[in-house]
């Protein structure tokens, strides 16, 4: 048994999870109550009646996510599901990268890992840039609606990471249309079981085709390379490689369209903040950071399941007790970041949890890190009095998806 600190937790009747938010911009006040009561760990019920450990301090959800005594794996009896959505995606029978154990998370892992290391990821610029530069350009020229008014998340945080993935992997850009949708579908946690499984398998069938075509004729994209360098020599099979497309086509483009849309939200609502930036764009890369602490996209955190006993903030976890970890909760941790429910964006906070951490860390952090950088300073330079065009309780917010963001983002200069 593996001691890790010390804590009491309540005994009370679980609490439901996930739990609503007071304020769109702020995390369910009951995650902040329970950190203010000591209780790192506590019992909530899932949608389905199961129950499951609640985490929600920063250091014990590290703890978690660095133990090898919690695994990822969503067949395991007893895994925690916190939406319908979820149990949709457990039950699809993928061998996803984010639900692999070592050995086999490792080997996957280094073979992506190259595609993703400094080098490859700075060749990248260019192709940000010019999608950025182009879809910004555009905006600040686009013919406002009749309000006057031009939606943000349309013209330029939707289609803009898309573009990317879309050139980085050698998938047509007349195609993106189609996954955006299946994508939306497949993240919702409103959808039903099987509205999801059907998303997952339009998005299987167009990746199968598509690769069975580069398979005969492989481009200099990284679908290209894995089949080169991976898939030819056998380090690959069809079906893995067909697994890793489906994780980087999604991963790559929903959650940066996401943070996308609530950069602009922030920079419209703290212009003050906004113009420290363009008169000090070195702080561009820690602002970053801070928006992403902030604004914790991972709408219900990442969810792991104990595969022996261990101790996480005082509490026995025991073998095959599911553990939700409230990364919101984590980045908003008094103990862990001073003035946490403040942005400041001259703060940086490279210690955030929102790619999470361990051996599961978002392995596209660093494509993610710049694309937002890109577009950040995009924002500050070509539309400086950037302003919301409707009052912020008029905005409608992503409540009903596994990533967190706003829907449509009117905006004025």
Not at 250 to 260: E, R, S, Y
């Amino acid at each position: 048994m593996t001691a890790i600190s010390s804590a009491t937790v309540d005994t009370d009747e679980p609490p439901p999870f996930p739990m609503p938010r007071r304020w769109p911009l702020d995390p369910p006040p009951a995650l902040a109550e329970l950190r203010r009561r000591g209780q790192p760990l506590t019992r909530v019920r899932l949608w389905d009646g199961s129950t499951a450990w609640l985490v929600t301090r920063h250091a014990q959800i590290r703890e978690v996510l660095h133990s090898p005594a919690f695994s990822s794996d969503t067949s395991s009896p007893g895994f925690p599901k916190a939406t319908r959505a979820a149990a949709a995606l457990a039950g699809d029978a993928t061998r996803w990268l984010v639900r692999l154990d070592p050995p086999e998370h490792t080997r996957i892992r280094r073979i992506l890992a190259k595609e993703f290391a400094p080098r490859r990821v700075a060749a990248m610029r260019p192709i940000v840039q010019c999608a950025a530069d182009t879809l910004i350009e555009r905006l600040a020229e686009a013919p406002p609606e009749p309000d006057g008014a031009v939606d943000l998340v349309r013209e330029l945080a939707l289609p803009m990471p898309a573009i990317v993935i879309c050139r980085i992997l050698g998938v047509p850009n007349e195609d993106r249309e189609f996954f955006q949708d299946r994508t939306h579908v497949a993240m919702s946690a409103d959808a039903s079981p099987y509205e999801v499984r059907a998303a997952f398998a339009d998005l299987r069938d167009y990746l199968d085709r598509l690769l069975r075509e580069k398979e005969n004729d492989p481009a200099d994209d990284l679908l290209g390379r894995l089949i080169v360098d991976q898939l030819r020599p056998g380090e690959l099979t069809h079906e893995e490689l067909l697994t890793i497309a489906r994780l980087l086509l999604i991963a790559g483009h929903d959650t940066t369209a996401n943070m996308v849309g609530l950069i602009g939200l922030s920079l419209a609502r703290h212009p003050d903040q906004a113009e420290l930036l363009r008169e000090n764009p070195q702080l561009i890369p820690g602002a970053v950071e801070e928006l992403l602490r902030y604004h914790s996209v991972g709408n219900h955190g990442l969810s792991r399941i104990a595969t022996a006993d261990v101790r996480i903030g005082g509490q026995l976890v025991r073998a095959g007790e599911g553990v939700l970890l409230a990364l919101n909760s984590g980045n908003r941790d008094e103990a862990a970041f001073e003035r946490p429910d403040v942005l400041d964006l001259s703060r940086g906070a490279s210690a955030h949890l929102t790619f999470g951490a361990g051996i599961h860390r978002c392995l596209g952090a660093p494509l993610a890190l710049l694309e937002l950088e890109v577009v950040l300073a995009g924002l500050l330079e070509r539309l400086p009095g950037l302003r919301l065009a409707v009052p912020l309780e008029q905005l409608s917010f992503r409540h009903d998806m596994l990533t967190y963001g706003v829907r449509a983002l009117p905006v004025r200069w």
